[in-house]
């Protein structure tokens, strides 16, 4: 075989995305909850499990990456055995299902799409968080956050959206 095909073959590159409204406090009071750190805020994401976008999209990018679906398929919302879920015990399932088959993530990005609130101070918890899960050194996951300017769902304070792109190889 040739050098760059056994290259390629042992690469992939998954991309994952979530979004999720913010829940009302008054019937559904929970902890905004953002890569595995309680975010301080007035409202939580609504949600089955505990809403955490980020693992979230991170869940998704490893499972595309490998070609095993999504995150729906694997913890699907009509389980009742998921509601409030600790998103960190999905992501630790999802991680151990990779090295399973061989495969380890070399590095992920994650854009996270919040006009409020502010993320910046919490980066560097939820980096901590993340690779702690995931047994990596602080250089293989990013993350940064973004506003929309106010433009859209995002911009009008109504949600919180997710994007991750992960490399993986074996």
Known sequence: MHRQ??????????????????????????PLVLGGVNIPHDRGLAAHSDGDAVIHALCDALLGAVGKA????????SDPGLENVDSARLLEQVNRLLQDDGWTLVNADITVLAQQPRLGLHIPAMRERLTGLMGLADAQI???????????FVGRSEGIAVHVVALVMR
Do not use: C, W
């Not at 999504?70 to 919302?77: E, M, N, R, V, Y």
């Open 5 to 30: 095909s056994e290259i390629a073959m042992n690469l992939r590159v998954g991309h994952g995305y979530d979004a999720h409204r913010f829940a009302d406090p008054r019937l559904d009071p929970r």
């Open 70 to 77: 999504d995150i729906g398929q694997h913890f699907p919302d």
């Open 142 to 152: 990013n993350i940064k956050a973004t506003t929309t300017e106010n433009m859209g």
